[in-house]
């Protein structure tokens, strides 16, 4: 809530004086003394929070930041075998947090009745997983070889759904675009297991390579579970075959990221009628819901499913729904299943080897029992003067984008005071969730795939028992020991976890121009979510919703598409080029972070009695070796493939060169020359 303060000024003294007793003698307001200039202090990097050995000086900071910030880095910095990308950042924390979620379930593991230790020493137990073989899964295997006709697919649909394992399409509870205050059933297009479903579809030299190696992978799993010869080849044709159709009705990456596109809420009758093949009576059945409004995300996916229904085959469907169970399950099952899925995985990223069985244990228990765990690590790991610090930072960046808005000459009043209501509605989840989850699902220490399904079951339970109850808007989609952060546009909410709230993004021993560079960039960024070419179609209450007055909308239109095509432009690696489209939320979120954490280090500094030079680099121009710092790293050719093909951000090198070129702070923070490449003559912005 914004406190008013009421001042009263001197004007209003005298009149009050005037009014009581006739003319007031003559009053000479006391002159202010000037504020004492800040005390410049020459300290090191390291001093503020800078990695000097990062740097590579030869570079022109002007011609290419990244390579200059984090060149030294990069050159001394070799990415782990059992990893496809290595970041200076996300990595290096992620690999401490792991270091302390491993001490803290070895040591509640020594409590026979931790629901912790149980599921960690099960999945640690890798002679009972070898003992258990297939066993975990032989019942869903078995329903599926019973299946008499293809009229009995929905209520087996279900039944998978249930257990956490989606072939065909994923079922979710979804607020209502229509009315956030609303959880519904949302229907979504799936059923694949590329990457992508243009993997399927073009012939490029990576689509060929890749589906060659999905086939091979694909037939390699099957003769493990038990298939045969000839068996095996066909199973693996109709598992392909049913998927590759599926892709074709799949909508792409780039036309998902249209909010009015993804809601077409239909009444239970209306679903009905749209998929006259599929019963979703039988189908909702298993799953213990009655959904009495649905939203598919996309009608033509669902369309489509009648001709595969009424066309395909009931081996075929057998073979499929074979397939994506032992693929769901995979990662639980003895050695020889693991071993082929990171065959596969090996092919989409490039990682060389298998994570060790401890790290897998540790992501798999915070996957499951995320909020379980994180209740130690908190404890542990996370004090409370963090929060309040990372509070406060929250706040300056508020007030940073609050100020910038009245800057902006191509929005009008009435727009710009929707915007403002919009951020001022905006909540900030700090750390850890006020309500921890309670897990109701019972562990075994020597059963780990039972452990599995049982916590997949749960967590598939929790979510669809959301359908038709009031929203809960503190509900948190990560666990506290997670590296990242999030802006959901339908809670208006933005989320910073734990185990992000870390060096290289935020320490107190840090100065502030370095934490507004790491963290203060990133609160920045989650909070541009909330007016990127996504999130500004939702209102301050997170309904998808027109607040714009036209011309506005047109300008911003044209802001956000200068944006889209100027990151097209950008080669990550020879013919290579970002799709900027597909990243077009991220990189406005990216130059809107940076932003707005230049502004709160200049408003800070309005105040500052001390200003630190570091090794000669002024307090802006830490920020953005702070910002570029934080987004070192280094990433295999394959996985960087697939990350252009499929992921909304762009690669690192181009999430700091990018947002600093188009901002005219930098380039004067490092006297860039016009027409350098960090000060080019045209620039995008949006905020």
Same mark, same amino acid.
């Given at each position: 809530?914004?406190?008013?303060?009421?001042?009263?000024?001197?004007?209003?003294?005298?009149?009050?004086?005037?009014?009581?007793?006739?003319?007031?003698?003559?009053?000479?307001?006391?002159?202010?003394?000037?504020?004492?200039?800040?005390?410049?202090?020459?300290?090191?990097?390291?001093?503020?929070?800078?990695?000097?050995?990062?740097?590579?000086?030869?570079?022109?900071?002007?011609?290419?930041?990244?390579?200059?910030?984090?060149?030294?880095?990069?050159?001394?910095?070799?990415?782990?075998?059992?990893?496809?990308?290595?970041?200076?950042?996300?990595?290096?924390?992620? @690999?401490?947090?792991?270091?302390?979620?491993?001490?803290?379930?070895?040591?509640?593991?020594?409590?026979?009745?931790?629901?912790?230790?149980?599921?960690?020493?099960?999945?640690?137990?890798?002679?009972?997983?070898?003992?258990?073989?297939?066993?975990?899964?032989?019942?869903?295997? @078995?329903?599926?070889?019973?299946?008499?006709?293809?009229?009995?697919?929905?209520?087996?649909?279900?039944?998978?759904?249930?257990?956490?394992?989606?072939?065909?399409?994923?079922?979710?509870?979804?607020?209502?675009?229509?009315?956030?205050?609303?959880?519904?059933?949302?229907?979504?297009?799936?059923?694949?297991?590329?990457?992508?479903?243009?993997?399927?579809?073009?012939?490029?030299?990576?689509?060929?390579?890749?589906?060659?190696?999905?086939?091979?992978?694909?037939?390699?799993?099957?003769?493990?579970?038990?298939?045969?010869?000839?068996?095996?080849?066909?199973?693996?044709?109709?598992?392909?075959?049913?998927?590759?159709?599926?892709?074709?009705?799949?909508?792409?990456?780039?036309?998902?990221?249209?909010?009015?596109?993804?809601?077409?809420?239909?009444?239970?009758?209306?679903?009905?009628?749209?998929?006259?093949?599929?019963?979703?009576?039988?189908?909702?059945?298993?799953?213990?819901?009655?959904?009495?409004?649905?939203?598919?995300?996309?009608?033509?996916?669902?369309?489509?499913?009648?001709?595969?229904?009424?066309?395909?085959?009931?081996?075929?469907?057998?073979?499929?729904?074979?397939?994506?169970?032992?693929?769901?399950?995979?990662?639980?099952?003895?050695?020889?299943?693991?071993?082929?899925?990171?065959?596969?995985?090996?092919?989409?990223?490039?990682?060389?080897?298998?994570?060790?069985?401890?790290?897998?244990?540790?992501?798999?228990?915070?996957?499951?029992?995320?909020?379980?765990?994180?209740?130690?690590?908190?404890?542990?790991?996370?004090?409370?003067?963090?929060?309040?610090?990372?509070?406060?930072?929250?706040?300056?960046?508020?007030?940073?984008?609050?100020?910038?808005?009245?800057?902006?000459?191509?929005?009008?009043?009435?727009?710009?005071?929707?915007?403002?209501?919009?951020?001022?509605?905006?909540?900030?989840?700090?750390?850890?969730?006020?309500?921890?989850?309670?897990?109701?699902?019972?562990?075994?220490?020597?059963?780990?795939?039972?452990?599995?399904?049982?916590?997949?079951?749960?967590?598939?339970?929790?979510?669809?028992?959301?359908?038709?109850?009031?929203?809960?808007?503190?509900?948190?989609?990560?666990?506290?020991?997670?590296?990242?952060?999030?802006?959901?546009?339908?809670?208006?909410?933005?989320?910073?976890?734990?185990?992000?709230?870390?060096?290289?993004?935020?320490?107190?021993?840090?100065?502030?121009?370095?934490?507004?560079?790491?963290?203060?960039?990133?609160?920045?960024?989650?909070?541009?979510?909330?007016?990127?070419?996504?999130?500004?179609?939702?209102?301050?209450?997170?309904?998808?919703?027109?607040?714009?007055?036209?011309?506005?909308?047109?300008?911003?239109?044209?802001?956000?598409?200068?944006?889209?095509?100027?990151?097209?432009?950008?080669?990550?690696?020879?013919?290579?080029?970002?799709?900027?489209?597909?990243?077009?939320?991220?990189?406005?979120?990216?130059?809107?972070?940076?932003?707005?954490?230049?502004?709160?280090?200049?408003?800070?500094?309005?105040?500052?009695?001390?200003?630190?030079?570091?090794?000669?680099?002024?307090?802006?121009?830490?920020?953005?070796?702070?910002?570029?710092?934080?987004?070192?790293?280094?990433?295999?050719?394959?996985?960087?493939?697939?990350?252009?093909?499929?992921?909304?951000?762009?690669?690192?090198?181009?999430?700091?060169?990018?947002?600093?070129?188009?901002?005219?702070?930098?380039?004067?923070?490092?006297?860039?020359?016009?027409?350098?490449?960090?000060?080019?003559?045209?620039?995008?912005?949006?905020?």
């Amino acid at each position: 809530m914004r406190r008013v303060v009421a001042v009263l000024s001197f004007a209003a003294v005298s009149s009050a004086l005037a009014a009581c007793g006739g003319a007031p003698a003559q009053v000479t307001a006391p002159v202010a003394p000037a504020p004492e200039p800040p005390v410049t202090l020459q300290v090191s990097l390291a001093d503020v929070g800078l990695d000097a050995a990062a740097l590579d000086r030869a570079v022109d900071p002007c011609t290419d930041f990244y390579q200059f910030a984090c060149g030294g880095w990069i050159a001394k910095t070799e990415i782990p075998g059992d990893e496809a990308a290595w970041y200076r950042s996300f990595n290096e924390i992620d @690999k401490r947090n792991e270091a302390a979620l491993r001490e803290i379930l070895d040591n509640v593991g020594k409590d026979s009745d931790s629901k912790l230790g149980k599921y960690y020493a099960a999945c640690m137990d890798e002679a009972a997983v070898e003992a258990a073989g297939v066993a975990p899964i032989a019942d869903l295997l @078995k329903e599926v070889k019973a299946l008499k006709d293809v009229k009995q697919l929905p209520e087996l649909l279900g039944k998978l759904h249930r257990r956490g394992i989606k072939p065909l399409f994923r079922l979710s509870a979804e607020q209502d675009f229509g009315d956030a205050t609303r959880v519904i059933a949302s229907l979504d297009q799936g059923g694949i297991g590329m990457p992508d479903r243009d993997d399927y579809l073009k012939d490029d030299e990576r689509s060929v390579k890749l589906r060659a190696a999905y086939r091979k992978h694909v037939q390699a799993t099957f003769e493990l579970a038990g298939w045969k010869g000839k068996d095996a080849v066909t199973a693996t044709d109709d598992a392909i075959k049913l998927e590759t159709e599926l892709a074709k009705i799949s909508k792409t990456r780039v036309e998902r990221r249209d909010p009015k596109s993804l809601y077409n809420k239909l009444t239970r009758a209306e679903l009905v009628k749209a998929n006259a093949k599929l019963d979703w009576n039988a189908y909702f059945l298993p799953l213990d819901v009655s959904p009495v409004d649905v939203n598919l995300t996309s009608l033509a996916f669902f369309a489509g499913l009648d001709p595969l229904l009424a066309q395909t085959k009931l081996p075929a469907w057998k073979n499929y729904l074979s397939w994506h169970i032992v693929r769901a399950t995979s990662d639980v099952l003895p050695k020889r299943f693991v071993d082929e899925a990171f065959n596969w995985k090996k092919a989409v990223t490039g990682q060389a080897e298998q994570k060790p069985r401890w790290r897998r244990c540790v992501e798999d228990t915070d996957d499951s029992l995320g909020e379980l765990l994180g209740q130690h690590f908190v404890a542990l790991h996370f004090g409370g003067a963090s929060k309040q610090a990372a509070t406060e930072l929250v706040g300056a960046i508020r007030g940073a984008f609050a100020e910038n808005l009245k800057d902006l000459a191509w929005m009008d009043a009435a727009t710009r005071d929707k915007a403002l209501t919009k951020e001022q509605e905006m909540a900030f989840l700090i750390g850890f969730p006020a309500k921890w989850r309670t897990y109701t699902f019972e562990t075994d220490a020597k059963q780990y795939a039972k452990n599995a399904l049982a916590a997949s079951m749960f967590q598939v339970g929790y979510d669809l028992a959301r359908i038709g109850k009031p929203l809960n808007r503190e509900e948190w989609q990560m666990s506290p020991p997670t590296v990242n952060a999030y802006y959901d546009p339908q809670r208006n909410h933005m989320v910073f976890p734990a185990g992000i709230l870390q060096p290289p993004f935020f320490d107190a021993k840090f100065s502030p121009a370095v934490n507004l560079g790491g963290i203060g960039m990133v609160i920045g960024h989650e909070l541009t979510h909330g007016f990127d070419d996504e999130g500004a179609q939702f209102d301050a209450q997170g309904n998808l919703k027109n607040w714009w007055a036209p011309e506005v909308e047109k300008a911003f239109k044209a802001k956000t598409d200068c944006v889209a095509k100027q990151y097209s432009g950008f080669e990550a690696q020879p013919q290579l080029f970002i799709n900027g489209e597909l990243t077009n939320g991220e990189n406005i979120a990216d130059m809107g972070g940076l932003k707005m954490a230049l502004a709160a280090l200049r408003k800070l500094r309005e105040k500052q009695k001390e200003v630190k030079i570091a090794d000669g680099y002024t307090e802006e121009q830490q920020l953005f070796l702070a910002n570029a710092q934080a987004w070192c790293g280094k990433m295999r050719p394959e996985m960087e493939q697939t990350q252009i093909k499929t992921n909304p951000h762009s690669p690192a090198k181009f999430r700091v060169n990018g947002p600093m070129s188009n901002l005219p702070e930098f380039a004067a923070a490092f006297q860039c020359k016009a027409g350098t490449a960090m000060n080019p003559a045209n620039r995008c912005g949006v905020w």
